[in-house]
């Protein structure tokens, strides 16, 4: 997962958490054969283990058909049984290096890291292949904190790790961040609207403009 730096930034498409599996994987393709992407995360609310695997599996089966990988949100454990390519750690730094040491190099190990620097470069340092900062938009949730611009401009001039934009994505945030990311991640964004792939098309228009 990663690119040049004259290129956009690419689509890391993350499900949404909550999604009827008689209806969603039929989306999800339409999504994915319309828009170019890098990578999906299954990011589940729920910590029913068969409704996660079976959510797994029809998600993998979408995915794989368009050779695009996808992770798993914290359940390192469910990876290699599932089939799939790797971890999105929500908790930092953490956990990467042992996990890293679990799956091996072959799979995708990324750390979401809030608003911190320091938590980043930790991430990176011991095996993460993409650190992700947010909520990057104006979001009601936790204490309001943002990871602003800079903090991108900073990470994208000093850091060779692949950088992740994500939370509350908008247009003028991803305009304000296209020069300074290698990845937006889009999820619930685009989900919880009527047509999914065309609010996608619209938000992905601003990176060129």
């Known amino acids: 997962m990663a690119e040049t730096d004259i290129e956009l930034p690419q689509l890391y498409l993350v499900t949404p958490p909550e999604f009827e599996l008689s209806r969603f994987p039929e989306q999800l393709a339409y999504v994915l054969d319309t828009h170019d992407t890098a990578c999906l995360r299954l990011s589940l609310a729920t910590s029913d283990e068969d409704r996660i695997m079976r959510a797994a599996d029809a998600c993998r089966e979408v995915a794989h058909a368009r050779d695009v ?3 798993i949100t914290d359940h390192a454990l ?3 049984r ?3 390519d790797g971890v999105h750690l929500s908790d930092g730094a953490r956990r990467v290096r042992k996990t890293r040491d679990d799956l091996g190099a072959d799979s995708i190990v ?3 890291c809030a608003v911190s620097r320091h938590d ?3 991430a990176g340092e011991v095996g993460a292949d993409y650190v992700s900062f947010g909520p990057a938009g104006a979001s009601g949730l936790g204490d309001g904190t943002r990871a602003e611009a800079d903090l991108f401009d900073w990470w994208s001039k000093m850091i060779e790790v692949p ?3 994500e939370g509350a994505l908008d247009e003028d945030t991803i305009r304000a961040l296209t020069p300074f990311t290698d990845f937006f991640a889009i999820g619930e964004e685009i989900w919880r609207t009527d047509d999914p792939s065309a609010t996608l098309t619209r938000l992905l228009a601003t990176m060129e403009g």
């Open 110 to 112: 990324g750390a979401f």
């Open 82 to 84: 599932l089939g799939l």
């Open 163 to 165: 950088v992740v934009a």
């Open 120 to 122: 980043g470069m930790t």
């Open 78 to 80: 469910m990876v290699e």
């Open 69 to 71: 990988p996808i992770v």
